[in-house]
């Protein structure tokens, strides 16, 4: 597609119960990023794939989050038993490591855990 | 450790005048590069000019240039003639060759007066 697809663009969910977030990246792109950004916060990086493999997952606050890509394409971070604090905006951007590895970001998708 | 840092939290300017956005960086890599997001009120991240570490140039995309000053390790955005639109978060970003993920700065808020 043209740009980074996201969805669902905005999710309300109870304390306790799973989520999953998608990411179409920009064709072609061989890296995709998950960042998450509390309100009125900085970007925090959660984890990136070079293709299917993810070789830094470094950022992951805990075990119930997790993700995966299939296809060198579309990817999807689960989140496990949501809790209140999980509540942000969870980025994807995908780059094709040209520019110094210029990433390209999604519109995000809004998350509120109630 | 790697590390980017934007001091001012706020900025109010003019219209039509001139602005400039602070961004100093740490980091023991020989090669990293430097970018410039943008932040609208509607969330998506908007990607407004890079810099490589061995570029000799400093790096322009129309009303946006990047001050790069190595020996002070400072990245400061610099937008000639701003507009009502250019209000935003700005952030400051870096890669680094030793990782492949891009850390982001805390961000600076710029509103434009009419």
């Known amino acids: 597609g043209a740009g980074v697809s996201q969805s669902p663009s905005n999710k309300v969910t109870e304390k306790g119960k799973d989520v999953e977030l998608r990411c179409d990246p920009i064709?072609?792109?061989?890296?995709l990023y998950w960042y998450r950004q509390s309100l009125g916060q900085g970007l925090e990086f959660l984890i990136y794939?070079?293709?299917?493999?993810?070789?830094?997952k470094s950022g992951l606050p805990s075990d119930r989050f997790s993700a995966e890509r299939t296809g060198g394409s579309v990817s999807t971070l689960t989140i496990q038993r949501t809790q209140q604090e999980d509540s942000a905006v969870y980025l994807c951007?995908?780059?094709?490591?040209?520019?110094?590895?210029?990433?390209?970001f999604g519109e995000g998708s809004w998350l509120t855990v109630v | 450790a790697q590390k980017i840092t934007q001091t001012q939290p706020g900025m109010f300017v003019q219209e039509k005048e001139a602005v400039t956005l602070d961004c100093t960086y740490d980091?023991?890599?020989?090669?990293?590069?430097l970018f410039w997001y943008k932040q609208p009120s509607s969330g998506e991240m908007i990607f407004l000019i890079y810099?490589?570490?061995?570029?000799?140039q400093n790096a322009t995309e129309g009303r946006y240039s990047l001050n790069f000053q190595k020996a002070r390790k400072s990245a400061n955005l610099v937008i000639s003639a701003s507009q009502l639109g250019d209000s935003a978060m700005y952030f400051c970003?870096?890669?680094?060759?030793?990782?492949?993920?891009?850390?982001f700065g805390s961000g600076t808020r710029l509103s434009i007066r009419p």
């Open positions: 951007a995908s780059s094709h490591r040209e520019r110094g590895n210029t990433i390209y």
């Open positions: 064709s072609g792109h061989t890296a």
């Open positions: 794939f070079q293709g299917n493999s993810a070789p830094d």
């Open positions: 980091t023991s890599d020989p090669s990293y590069g």
């Open positions: 810099q490589g570490s061995y570029d000799q």
């Open positions: 970003a870096m890669s680094y060759s030793s990782a492949s993920k891009i850390i």
